[in-house]
C-alpha cells in the first residue's frame, strides 16, 4: 500500500477534492485519517435521500470510506460546540474551514468481491432484505419451513435500496418477487402460504 497524505485548505470542497483523488483505474484509495473542522457539512442518512446540512463551525470525528475509478463511498461524522455529534453519507458541499489533514492509502488492483450479501441457487423466488429487519427474518423462515428455495439479496446501501424500491414502489422489506413478479412482503407471502397457493405460483 502507498500513503499519501493532503491538507485541504479553507473554503475546498471535502467530498469533490477526494473524488477527484487517485482516481486510476487499477488502484482503489482508502481514506486512514483524517482531522480538521469545517464551516460547512452535507450529508445523508441511511435510507434517506434528503440532504442534512449545518452551517456553523464543526470538528471532524470521523471520514472514511473509498474511492475507485468507477465510484465512491464516503462517510462523514463531526461535532459541534455542543459535543453533539452527527453524520451519514458525505455530500458535496461539505466544506474546510481552516484546514483539513488527510492521510489515503492506495492499494493497486483491487478486487472487490462479495461475501455472504446475496444467495443464488436455482429458484424462482427472489428475496430483498434489510439486514437485522425482523419482517426479513420471518419471511426467511417461512420459507425455509416450507422447504422452499431462495435468493436472498441484502440491501446494504442507498443504490440498492432506491434500486428496487423503483421497480416496487415501496419501502418497507422484505421485498419478494416470484418468477420475476412482484407479489409483496412478509404478510402477502404469509397469506399466500396460508391458503395454498404459494407453491402453485412457484410451480
Not at 482508502?30 to 456553523?56: H, M, Q, R, T
Not at 489533514?101 to 472487490?112: A, F, S
Not at 439479496?153 to 432506491?162: G, P, R, S, V
Request: glycine content about 6%.
Amino acid at each position: 500500500m502507498e500513503h499519501y497524505f493532503y491538507n485541504f485548505s479553507t473554503g475546498v470542497d471535502v467530498y469533490n477534492s477526494l473524488n477527484e483523488l487517485h482516481r486510476d483505474q487499477n488502484s482503489t484509495a482508502f481514506l486512514i485519517s483524517a482531522v480538521g473542522d469545517l464551516s460547512k457539512v452535507s450529508f445523508k442518512c441511511p435510507l434517506n435521500d434528503k440532504p442534512v446540512i449545518f452551517e456553523k463551525k464543526l470538528e471532524i470525528i470521523t471520514l472514511s470510506g473509498y474511492v475507485r475509478s468507477n465510484e465512491s463511498h464516503l462517510h462523514i461524522s463531526a461535532s459541534d460546540e455542543n459535543c453533539s455529534v452527527f453524520g451519514g453519507h458525505l455530500l458535496s458541499g461539505t466544506i474546510v474551514l481552516k484546514s483539513l489533514d488527510v492521510l489515503i492509502g492506495v492499494i493497486p488492483n483491487l478486487n472487490k468481491a462479495s461475501i455472504g450479501s446475496s444467495r443464488h441457487v436455482a429458484s424462482p423466488v427472489d428475496i430483498y432484505i434489510l439486514p437485522d429487519c425482523p419482517w426479513s427474518e420471518r419471511a426467511l423462515k417461512l420459507l425455509d419451513s416450507l422447504n422452499v428455495k431462495y435468493n436472498s439479496h441484502i440491501i446494504t446501501n442507498d443504490e440498492e435500496f432506491n434500486t428496487i424500491s423503483n421497480v416496487t414502489s415501496i419501502s418497507t422489506f422484505p421485498q419478494i418477487f416470484i418468477n420475476n413478479q412482484f407479489v409483496g412482503g412478509y404478510y402477502e407471502l404469509s397469506n399466500l402460504a396460508s391458503k395454498g397457493n404459494l407453491m402453485d405460483l412457484i410451480y
